[in-house]
Every structure is written in structure tokens, then in C-alpha cells.
């Protein structure tokens, strides 16, 4: 019964560290999407330049090997270029075309 006690206690545990993981990354990515539409704003051509660094950072995602980044899960980066194209979205529906 100890260990049924204790794989529920780690369960509970792990699952506040993802939530709070869950709440950093959205912060963070709200705040570093409010950053990059006023600094793309503010260029000559935003479109262009919102498409060369989103292309830019999609290349660098696809990039990376499980030995080279410690990739142990291809999950992370299928989730890692599902959150660009987030981001793109929302980015980009800021800028003027």
C-alpha cells in the first residue's frame, strides 16, 4: 500500500511541475511574441522579416539530432515546430502585409 501511496504522491507531484512548466512556457511565449511584433513593426518590410527569422529558427528546430541536443523524445521537436507555427500565426497577424 506504501508504494501505491508513494506513485500517487509522485504522480501529483509531477503533475504541479508540469503545470508550472505549462504556465512558464506560456508566459514566456506571449511575452516573447509581444517583443517580436513591436520590434518586426518597426522594420521596412515586417512581412519579409517576420518570414526570413520564423524560416530561420523552423530550420534551426529541424537542425537538431537526438545526439547533438539531447533529444531523447521526438515529440519535442514535432512540438517545437507545432509552437512556430503558433507563434507565426500571431505574429504575423499583427503586421501589415
Do not use: H
Not at 60 to 81: C, H, N, V, W, Y
Amino acid at each position: 500500500m506504501t508504494d501505491l501511496n508513494d506513485a500517487n504522491e509522485t504522480i501529483a507531484q509531477l503533475k504541479r511541475e508540469v503545470a508550472e512548466l505549462s504556465g512558464l512556457a506560456l508566459a514566456t511565449g506571449v511575452i516573447l511574441t509581444q517583443l517580436l511584433q513591436s520590434d518586426l513593426k518597426r522594420e521596412m518590410n515586417p512581412w519579409k522579416s517576420a518570414t526570413k527569422m520564423l524560416d530561420e529558427a523552423r530550420s534551426a528546430i529541424e537542425s537538431f539530432q537526438p545526439d547533438t541536443a539531447g533529444e531523447r523524445e521526438p515529440a519535442m521537436k514535432t512540438r517545437a515546430l507545432e509552437a512556430l507555427k503558433q507563434y507565426e500565426e500571431q505574429i504575423k497577424s499583427v503586421l501589415p502585409t
